[in-house]
């Protein structure tokens, strides 16, 4: 996942714009990959998931992207809202084990 | 949906008491897990089981230990709490890895110790 650090990333979008959050994990074997979003006080939120077997998969307004390539995974937002506001996580797994990245947060302009 | 449900939202408890939290899931998942959230940490794993009465280390298990006696419930416990065990503490449950399912998590216990 991302570098943990003290200081989340954080992205700021219009409302109605189009957020893209971005990922590097970290074990080229991993062969499943997840977003979450965490609003505050509540425990992380399933958004979606996608096996190392594709490359692009799509939700209700959401889509993930990956490159296994560079290691990267993205999430895309559509016509971001207000309710959008949150912390974004990536996780991978490979076996067992679920490595979550530090998170964005991202916020969004009325 | 699946539900996992934390028994305390918010719990404060003194320097060496015993503290319980307590976890439930209501979709006969196999796999259960603690998870403490600390800012600029992440979440970091304290202890699993994928069935009743096992148990794994996580990558921080020390001052922790569960009990699994029921495959819906998973507690987390903590023997003697330190102020450093002051933290956000989030349970997941899971389908066996195979089936490549996401964790699904509780909304958490947020704990201080004093």
């Known amino acids: 996942g991302e570098s943990v650090g003290l200081h989340l990333p954080t992205l700021s979008v219009q409302e109605g714009d189009n957020s893209i959050i971005n990922c590097a994990y970290s074990n080229s074997a991993s062969d499943y990959f997840i977003w979450y979003k965490q609003e505050s006080g509540k425990g992380p939120q399933f958004i979606i998931d996608i096996r190392s077997n594709m490359d692009k998969r799509q939700g209700q307004r959401v889509t993930v992207l990956l490159n296994k390539t560079v290691k990267h995974l993205s999430l895309q937002i559509a016509a971001t809202q207000p309710g959008d506001s949150a912390v974004y996580f990536c996780a991978e797994r490979g076996g067992f084990k679920t490595i979550f990245g530090a998170g964005t947060r991202l916020f969004v302009k009325a | 949906d699946v539900k996992v449900t934390q028994s305390s939202r918010y719990l404060v408890k003194r320097t060496g008491e015993k503290v319980f939290l307590e976890c439930v899931q209501d979709?006969?998942?196999?796999?259960m897990f603690w998870y403490r959230q600390d800012p600029g940490l992440g979440l970091r794993l304290i202890y699993f089981s994928y069935d009743v009465k096992m148990k794994e280390k996580g990558d921080i298990p020390e001052g922790y230990s569960v009990s699994r006696e029921k495959k819906e419930r998973f507690s987390l416990i903590l023997e003697s709490a330190s102020t450093n065990q002051t933290s956000m503490y989030l349970c997941?449950?899971?389908?066996?890895?195979?089936?490549?399912?996401?964790?699904?998590f509780g909304n958490g216990t947020r704990l201080t110790v004093t």
């Open positions: 979709m006969d998942h196999e796999n």
């Open positions: 997941a449950s899971s389908s066996p890895t195979g089936n490549n399912s996401p964790l699904h």
